[in-house]
C-alpha cells in the first residue's frame, strides 16, 4: 500500500478477515534477510502493503490477535508522519513499519507492535501522548513515552554515563521499551550508509558499548547477532570484507559437509524413533570471523551449526544420548544449558559430533519453546501485564499505573542495575561499575540456609552476595559460611553454593576500603563508595578489637599468654619431692588426661598426652613421669578466640568471661588479617567444670565463630 493513500479522516486499510485465516506464510528469517543485505545491496522497490505482511506475521505467532489496534495505529502513523522524508530519501512511515515487521517477527504481543508504529509519532509529529491515551489506552502511552525519552538521549561519547541511566530507568519500568528502542537501532542501522562515514562510525560504536550488551542480556539474539555484523561492518571494514569473501567461497562449494553431517544426524534420530528436526544454521559475520581467530584455517562445517530442534525437554537429553552413542562426540564441547539456563533465559544443550576425515560439527540441541526465546528473549514472553486466564474481573481490569512498577519477566540482572543506578554517588561511578557488570557473560545461583536464592554474575564473592542479601545493612557483615565452612567475605562463589552471611549486632558498623578489592556487583561498589563518600574521615577499616599487646583492662602478667609457668597444687607427681608446673603449650585442666616429664631443676611439667611437645619430647629420649589430678578443682587455661573484626567486640567477649566467673590473668590481640581476629586468653577459673560453659559463652559472642583450647605446635 502507497503511503500516501491513507487519509486519517477516513476509514484506513482493513485487513480481510479471510485473508488473515488463510494459511500463515512462511516465518520471515531476520537472519537470512539480514545476511542477504550485507551480502550484497538489494534493490528497493516501492513500499509494499507492509501493514498486511505486519498483520501475517502477528497472526503467526498470535492467531486469534485483534487486529484492529494495529489498523488505527497505522492511520494514526501514516498521516502524522506523511510528508516526512528519511534521509535515504524514502518516506519517513517507512521506518516504524520496519520496525513493526521486526517485533512482529520476533513474536511481540499486539500492545508492543501498536506502540512501535506511534514510537516517532510524538517525538517528531503534532501528536501528543494524551491523544495516544485517549485512542489507546495507558500500556500505549506508557511504552511511547518509554522509548520518546530514549530518543531524547544524547548518544555523544560525552554523555554516555547518562544515557545508560536513562535508558536503564525507561527498560527496568517496561522491559518491552527496550524491545522497542533494539529495533528501531537495527532498522537505522540496515540504512546508515546515506550518513558521513563519521557519524557512521560514532553510532556504531555506541550501538556496541550500548545496545548490543542490552539486547544480549535481553536474550534478543537475533537482534543482537545482526547488530554486531552492522557494527563489525562499519567499524572493522577490511576484516569484515576478509570474512565476506570466505563465507562467499564457502557458499559456492558443491560439497557441503555440514549438509551431510545434518543427513546422517537424521538418520539417527530416525532409527531412535525421536522426533525432531534438524536444521543447518549458518554462522553470523562476527561468529565466523571469532571461529577463524581461534582455529585458523576454515573447514566446511566451521561455516554453521546444525541445530536440532524437539517437542519435551526430555527429548533433548534423548537425542544428545544418540549423539553421543552413534556418532564420535568431542566431550570438551558439551554445556548444558538446560539445567542451568543463561541469565538471559537461554536453554539448550551443546556439543560436537566428528567425522572420520576430521570434520567437526558443532550441535545445538533445544525444544521449539526455548529456540523462540533463544531468539527472540524477552519479545517472546509476550504481555507482562496481562493478567491469567483464570484471574478475577477485578484484577483484569486494574490498568498500570503510570511509574514505577514490578515487571514479571525483568531479568534479576536488570532488577539489581535499578536499584543500584539510584543510589550511584557519581556519574564516573555508575559508569565504570555499570561497564563491568554488562561485561559479564554469565550468572550463578547461590542459596541461602533459608532455601532462598541470590542470582550473582560470575565470579561474585560473599561481599557482593552480602549486598545482594542485606543492601545496606550487609555493612554489618562480619563474615560467611560457604558449604557449611567458614569463608572469608574475599571468598569467590560457585554457582550452587550455599552462603550463610554472618552479621555483627552493631548498628554502627561500617565497611572496610579493603572490601572494594573484593566486590564484583554494582550493588555492593555503589553501596560501599557511597559510604565512604559520606563518612571521609573514616578509614573504612573495622577497628581492631584491642592492639596487639596485653589488653590494659585488665591484670597482665610479665610473660606471654602462651608460656605462663604455673605450680600446680591440683596435680600429683610421682616424684613426692619434686616442684609440678602445668605447661602453658596446653595448659591442662582436669579432667584432661595428663602426662608428665622431669625437666631442669627437678621440676616435672604436665601436658595433656595430646600435646605435641609430648610427641617431641618422647623422640628425645625424655623419660615420662606418672602424674594424677590431686583434689583441687580450680584451674589456669589459656583459650584461642577466632573472630571477624567489628566494633565493641573486645568489650563483649570480656563481659561474656566475666559473667561465667572467669579471672582473665593476661591477653593478647594479633592485628586484624582479612578482617579475621586472633585473641589469646590465660584465665583462671575456680572450678575445672565451668570451662565448657565459659566456652559455650565466648562462641555465643556476635562474630566470634570459634573457641579452643591452646595447643602449642
Known amino acids: 500500500m502507497s503511503a500516501e493513500a491513507t487519509n486519517p479522516a477516513t476509514p484506513g486499510p482493513v485487513v480481510p478477515t479471510a485473508a488473515v485465516r488463510r494459511k500463515a506464510r512462511p516465518r520471515i528469517d531476520l537472519r537470512r534477510l539480514g545476511r542477504a543485505a550485507l551480502l550484497g545491496n538489494a534493490a528497493r522497490g516501492k513500499l509494499p502493503d507492509a501493514i498486511g505482511h505486519v498483520a501475517e506475521a502477528h497472526r503467526a505467532h498470535y492467531p486469534d490477535a485483534d487486529l484492529e489496534p494495529l489498523r488505527h495505529a497505522w492511520v494514526l502513523a501514516e498521516s502524522s508522519h506523511r510528508g516526512q522524508m528519511r534521509k535515504s530519501g524514502e518516506p519517513y512511515i517507512t521506518h516504524p513499519l520496519a520496525v513493526t515487521l521486526i517485533l512482529a517477527e520476533l513474536g511481540a504481543e499486539t500492545t508492543t507492535l501498536t506502540a512501535s508504529l506511534l514510537h516517532d509519532t510524538v517525538e517528531d509529529t503534532d501528536v501528543t501522548l494524551d491523544q495516544v491515551r485517549e485512542q489507546f489506552g495507558e500500556e500505549v502511552r506508557y511504552l511511547v513515552d518509554g522509548v520518546t525519552k530514549l530518543e531524547k538521549v544524547d548518544y555523544g561519547a560525552a554523555a554516555e554515563p547518562e544515557t545508560f541511566r536513562k535508558m536503564l530507568v525507561a527498560t527496568g519500568s517496561d522491559v518491552r521499551v527496550m524491545s522497542i528502542k533494539l529495533a528501531d537501532r537495527l532498522h537505522n542501522m540496515r540504512t546508515l550508509g546515506v550518513m558521513r562515514r563519521e557519524k557512521q562510525e560514532r553510532i556504531a560504536k555506541v550501538t556496541r558499548d550500548v545496545l548490543i550488551p542490552l539486547a544480549e542480556r535481553l536474550g534478543v539474539q537475533a537482534l543482537k547477532t545482526e547488530l554486531e555484523d552492522l557494527v563489525f561492518a562499519i567499524l572493522h571494514p577490511e576484516e569484515y570484507e576478509h570474512v565476506r569473501e570466505l563465507i562467499a567461497e564457502n557458499a559456492a562449494r558443491t560439497d557441503d559437509p555440514l549438509a551431510g553431517i545434518a543427513d546422517e544426524v537424521r538418520g539417527v534420530l530416525r532409527e531412535a524413533d525421536i522426533p525432531a528436526e534438524v536444521l543447518i544454521r549458518p554462522r553470523h559475520f562476527v561468529s565466523v570471523h571469532r571461529v577463524s581467530r581461534k582455529r585458523g584455517e576454515l573447514r566446511g562445517a566451521d561455516f554453521g551449526r546444525l541445530l536440532v530442534l524437539v517437542n519435551e525437554d526430555a527429548d533433548c537429553y534423548a537425542v544428545l544420548g544418540e549423539l553421543h552413542t552413534c556418532m564420535t562426540p568431542v566431550v570438551s564441547e558439551f554445556k548444558d544449558f538446560i539445567a542451568v539456563p543463561k541469565f538471559n533465559l537461554y536453554q539448550s544443550l551443546h556439543t560436537a559430533v566428528a567425522r572420520a576425515d576430521g570434520q567437526v560439527a558443532e550441535v545445538l540441541i533445544r525444544t521449539h519453546q526455548m529456540h523462540k526465546v533463544a531468539e527472540a528473549g524477552v519479545v517472546a514472553l509476550g504481555n507482562p501485564y496481562a493478567p491469567a486466564a483464570d484471574a478475577p474481573a477485578a484484577e483484569s481490569a486494574d490498568a498500570p499505573a503510570d511509574g514505577e512498577r514490578a515487571d514479571p519477566t525483568r531479568p534479576g540482572w536488570l532488577s539489581r542495575l535499578l536499584d543500584w543506578q539510584k543510589a550511584a554517588p557519581d556519574t564516573d561511578t555508575f559508569w565504570s561499575t555499570l561497564r563491568e557488570d554488562l561485561a559479564q557473560d554469565r550468572e550463578i545461583t547461590v542459596f541461602r540456609p533459608d532455601g532462598g536464592a541470590l542470582g550473582l554474575p560470575e565470579g561474585a564473592t560473599c561481599v557482593d552476595a552480602a549486598y545482594a542479601q542485606y543492601g545496606e545493612d550487609a555493612h554489618a557483615c562480619i563474615g560467611a559460611r560457604v558449604n557449611g565452612r567458614l569463608a572469608t567475605l574475599s571468598t569467590v562463589l560457585r554457582d550452587g553454593d550455599t552462603v550463610q552471611l554472618l552479621m555483627g549486632q552493631d548498628p554502627a558498623s561500617e565497611p572496610s576500603r579493603e572490601w572494594l578489592e573484593h566486590a564484583h556487583t554494582p550493588a555492593a561498589r555503589i553501596a560501599i563508595q557511597r559510604w565512604l563518600v559520606a563518612h571521609p574521615d573514616s578509614t573504612g577499616e573495622p577497628p581492631a578489637p584491642a592492639p596487639s599487646r596485653p589488653a590494659p583492662d585488665f591484670p597482665v602478667s610479665g610473660t606471654a599468654a ?138 555465643n559472642v556476635p562474630g566470634v565463630y570459634d573457641v579452643g583450647r591452646a595447643q602449642h605446635q
Open 562 to 699: 602462651g608460656d605462663v609457668p604455673r605450680t600446680a597444687s591440683a596435680v600429683v607427681a610421682d616424684r613426692p619431692d619434686a616442684t609440678v608446673r602445668l605447661a602453658g603449650c596446653c595448659t591442662p585442666v582436669p579432667p584432661d588426661e595428663v602426662t608428665g616429664f622431669a625437666v631442669r631443676g627437678g621440676v616435672v611439667t604436665v601436658h595433656r598426652v595430646e600435646c605435641a611437645a609430648v610427641a617431641h619430647m618422647k623422640s628425645t629420649g625424655r623419660p615420662e613421669v606418672a602424674v594424677s589430678w590431686g583434689d583441687s578443682t580450680a584451674c589456669r587455661v589459656t583459650l584461642i578466640a577466632e573472630s571477624f573484626g567489628r566494633p565493641h567486640l573486645l568489650a563483649d567477649l570480656t563481659e561474656a568471661m566475666a559473667q561465667e566467673g572467669a579471672e582473665i590473668v593476661s591477653a593478647t590481640v594479633e592485628p586484624p588479617s582479612q578482617q579475621r581476629v586472633r585473641h589469646t586468653y590465660t584465665v583462671e577459673l575456680p572450678d575445672a567444670a565451668h570451662l565448657p560453659a565459659l566456652m559455650r559463652a565466648m562462641r
